[in-house]
């Protein structure tokens, strides 16, 4: 029996995900059967129409796809959260590449996550950092004091043993200062009042951590920064922010240990960009994206999914709180946070909401200490 030829469109109306074509006026020649459903339309009304006419026309999709004609390569991004009144609230990622020989047409093809998936993802977050709160507070008043005591103990034995036996009650202090140290980390989750927030420049958060970063744990790491100059102010608490964007650095830097270690910085704007309030009608604004990317080892596969839960961590000597922290904080501040991960390519993407023009803005300078 001889090898069975399909038709290439048969093959692409098979496909499970969207899939469209778009001419060099960005105008649509061709969409599969999964495409017609994503854009709730016919192949016979929306052929032939812009593109512009079905997505906002500040999407980043546009800038990849003009990115794709002139270097004449694939692109692709992840998690883009679009709405539109015609197709609601999606979360897909995109993959656009030019096709030769065709006068600057390009194929798209989408794969769609709900956005239910996403949020059950961040109520995830929030839970294990509430589980964390109450062990925060047990091992506050039943740890935290005994070590004091053990701590002074060794203290005053140091001063009437032979010198031999220094390294002894050294050691218990280093032992007990590193289990104080572990025990106040988990205290941060155990403040459930909600924060105060105000408009803060998330470029001024970023260039303060990158100082502190380059002075301290990442003084061998390249930074690149792409920032949009015209970025609203976030609707955030300036300290907590710069806590949280210090732990992705730390991160970042810690898996790029080679002399070509590079991390790079980027925002932002994309309208269109909301989420429902779970149980309300409520819909919260998530406009302003903030990346993280490093070309470090990236996150091992079997860890990426539970990556933000207390206590995952792939360092040795990791309390695997810093990331959990990171999840609480744009949690706390209404936002998501994802990450990506491959060898060579990780980046943790944050989206924010933006401050309104009668939030008082709170820029003033504060100083961290680098461990």
Do not use: W
Request: aromatic share 6%; net charge negative.
């Amino acid at each position: 029996m001889g090898d069975l030829i399909l038709d290439p469109v048969t093959v692409l109306e098979a496909l499970p995900n969207p899939l469209f074509t778009i001419n060099s006026s960005n105008e649509i020649s061709y969409l599969n059967s999964s495409a017609e459903l994503f854009f709730d339309g016919s192949s016979i009304t929306l052929e032939g129409i812009a593109l512009t006419e079905l997505l906002p026309a500040d999407m980043p999709l546009f800038d990849m796809i003009s990115q794709a004609r002139s270097n004449g390569t694939s692109i692709s991004d992840y998690d883009l959260l679009i709405e539109t009144p015609r197709i609601g609230i999606r979360v897909v990622n995109i993959g656009i590449s030019p096709i030769p020989d065709s006068n600057g047409s390009v194929v798209i093809s989408l794969f769609e996550r709900s956005i239910a998936q996403k949020l059950h993802h961040q109520e995830q977050f929030k839970g294990a950092a509430r589980s964390i709160s109450g062990m925060a507070a047990m091992l506050a008043h039943e740890v935290k004091n005994p070590l004091s005591g053990i701590r002074g103990a060794a203290q005053l034995l140091s001063e009437t043993i032979a010198s031999d036996d220094q390294s002894l009650t050294q050691l218990i202090c280093d032992e007990t200062d590193r289990i104080c140290a572990l025990v106040d980390k988990m205290e941060e989750f155990s403040d459930e009042r909600p924060i105060h927030k105000t408009a803060v420049n998330i470029h001024e958060v970023l260039d303060h951590c990158r100082q502190l970063a380059s002075s301290g744990f990442g003084k061998h790491i390249k930074f690149i920064e792409k920032y949009d100059p015209s970025l609203p102010p976030a609707l955030g608490n300036r300290f907590i922010l710069i806590q949280l964007f210090l732990n992705l650095m730390k991160n970042a830097c810690e898996a790029t240990s080679n002399s070509a270690g590079e991390v790079t910085l980027e925002t932002s704007y994309r309208h269109g960009m909301s989420v429902n309030v779970g149980g309300t009608k409520q819909k919260i604004h998530l406009p302003l994206l903030i990346s993280v990317r490093d070309n470090g080892i990236g996150i091992p596969s079997d860890l990426t999914a539970n990556i933000f839960e207390p206590f995952i961590t792939t360092k040795a000597s990791g309390t695997g709180l810093g990331l959990a922290f990171v999840a609480k904080a744009v949690s706390d501040h209404g936002g998501v946070v994802e990450v990506d991960s491959f060898p060579g390519n990780t980046v943790f993407q944050i989206t924010l909401p933006v401050a309104k023009s009668s939030d008082n803005s709170d820029l003033r300078p504060m100083e961290f200490e680098i461990e």
